[in-house]
């Protein structure tokens, strides 16, 4: 029998295919060197689906993929991302530079524009002439070289802070002297933990663990790293680039 009830007054039905799954990226460029971070928690809402689920990626010996959004669209799109670097590494017998990979990275997300990846990406590495570089995207394939770049839930804490330590906005150098146009690689690494922990103090989807992947270029010594508690490297060149991770414990409440 016709419910006259329901067709007097309609309902809407409405599905959504995506969802934010928490979480904060970051990366940051130096003269020989790329930082790129992430935290480990994953979670929807209050409720928190696992303490670990990687947000950071290594793509080649040069590279490292950071992506933060909806996690299932981000795992896939690292997939498809590692397929297609693999495609070119057996076609030209070597690893596809950054800048290309920043591209190609591009090109696929703007392929899916009608129907998006919902993650955001920082690609971070060393470029054919040996400088750091940091190439962040939104979903539908806008993406440029900067600095530095934060994503993420605590976007909104972290990347003033970086505007503040990295570009030095709002800080006047003392009389006689200016900002230094690249910062070393302990103030960098401290910054990042420093950028972690007040995001996990204040903010409920960040937390549990951080993983801080460096890129040194070749020719780059170790500096800066000896005492590092926590670090494993995970790939060495021939030419001398180095990767290495570093893993932390952040506030699991």
Known sequence: MLDMDAVAHPTQRQFNP??????TILAIAGADFTVIAGDTRQSEGFSIQTRYAPKVFPLTDRAVLAVNGFAADGNMFVKKVKQRLEWYRHAHSKDMPLRAIARLIQTMLYGRRFFPYYVFNILGGI?????????????VGSYEREAC??????????????DNQIYFNNQQPAPGTSHPVHLSLPTILSIVIDSFTSATERHIEVGDGLEMYIVLAKDRGVQGLEGVVGMQELS????????????RDLKKD
């Not at 470029?127 to 979903?139: C, L, R």
């Not at 770049?149 to 970086?162: S, Y």
């Not at 060495?236 to 893993?247: A, Q």
């Open 236 to 247: 060495v060149t021939d030419e001398g680039e180095r990767v290495f991770v570093v893993r």
């Open 18 to 23: 995506y969802t934010e799954n928490g979480g």
């Open 127 to 139: 470029e054919e002439d040996g400088t750091g570089a940091v190439y962040s995207f939104d979903p």
């Open 149 to 162: 770049r934060a994503a993420g839930a605590a976007q909104a804490l972290v990347q003033p802070f970086l």
